[in-house]
């Protein structure tokens, strides 16, 4: 019997995260990606993965424990964490099953359950820092993913992050290791105010972190051909065990926030190239994990793109 081939976590508890009118990070980004999964081929395709509640344990290899206590007792409440990321009263709930989705691909997708997988997640990630939430960020679901999988049997996490914003919380989770390699594409200077190409790790993770920042206004022509010159070799020599790509779609050209010009098929022909180097370091153990994109149609027609690449499913 041949193994599902690309397996996705989506659930209507994501939808529960409220942020609060007019905030950008909305329910209503992942109800796009739904119709996408009901409506489009692509949908008829994919496997369906239930997502789990992470336990306090599995946030704490990033987290302070202290910190993790500060989120659950939001339950039920409405707060504001930071100045842009809010917590509703099933906030907790979200981002403990948001890591969880993310944990459940992890397992699928190395215990060869599946080929690979896009977990379609909220709140997303890569911002929020060892004590602190930032950026629409509560957990930082793929720094935590890189920890459990090098729990597992990985040796080296490659971390691609394509979103339009720097990914501090991540690459601060990993500065001064070699185990996990933090790649990111972004724009620079822009929120959050990291991501200078100087910074490429400390101690023995000197050289483990690079990044690639834009100026704004950048398109496929510039992401593809940094791709290709800078990110791909590196990758490649990495030989990582598991590549995991913080799929962010604010640098499209019709997102409200990124300034940047990159259509849903330079997104796929990134994660094409992605793909490829996984397939031929890991096995092909590559999992996408949803981070920012606040335009409805570029998220819809992007996420749509990458679906079909990671099932092979692309015309070229």
Request: proline share 4%; aromatic share 8%.
């Amino acid at each position: 019997m041949m193994r599902a081939k690309t397996a996705v976590i989506w659930d209507k508890r994501y939808l529960q995260h409220e942020t609060g009118f007019g905030h950008p990070e909305s329910p209503d980004r992942l109800k796009a990606i739904q119709k996408v999964l009901e409506e489009r081929p692509v949908g008829k395709k994919v496997t369906s993965l239930e997502p789990r509640l992470a336990s306090f344990e599995e946030i704490a290899l990033v987290h302070d424990f202290e910190y993790i206590q500060k989120i659950e007792k939001t339950a039920g409440l409405d707060m504001q964490l930071d100045s842009d990321t809010h917590s509703s009263s099933h906030s907790w709930e979200a981002a403990r099953l948001a890591v969880g989705g993310l944990l459940t691909c992890v397992d699928a997708v190395m215990d060869g359950k599946v080929s690979n997988a896009f977990a379609f997640v909220r709140p997303p990630g890569h911002h929020a820092e060892k004590a602190r939430a930032m950026g629409f960020c509560i957990f930082n679901n793929v720094a935590i993913a890189a920890e459990y999988a090098l729990r597992k049997n990985a040796r080296r996490v490659l971390i691609i992050d394509y979103d339009v914003h720097h990914g501090n919380g991540t690459q601060r989770s990993f500065y001064d290791r070699p185990d996990v390699f933090y790649i990111s594409t972004h724009r620079y200077p822009f929120y959050p105010g990291t991501g200078a190409h100087r910074e490429e790790g400390t101690g023995k993770g000197k050289g483990y972190t690079l990044n690639l920042p834009f100026s704004g206004g950048e398109g496929d022509e510039e992401y593809l051909k940094i791709f290709e010159k800078e990110v791909i070799p590196v990758a490649r020599d990495y030989q990582p065990d598991l590549v995991l790509v913080s799929a962010g779609y604010d640098a499209h050209r019709l997102d409200p926030l990124g300034g940047m010009n990159v259509t849903e098929n330079g997104f796929a022909k990134m994660t094409e190239m992605l793909m490829e180097i996984s397939q031929k370091t890991c096995g092909g153990k590559i999992i996408l994990v949803l981070e920012g994109g606040y335009s409805l149609e570029g998220l819809s027609q992007s996420v749509e793109a990458c679906l079909q690449v990671l099932l092979n499913d692309k015309k070229a």
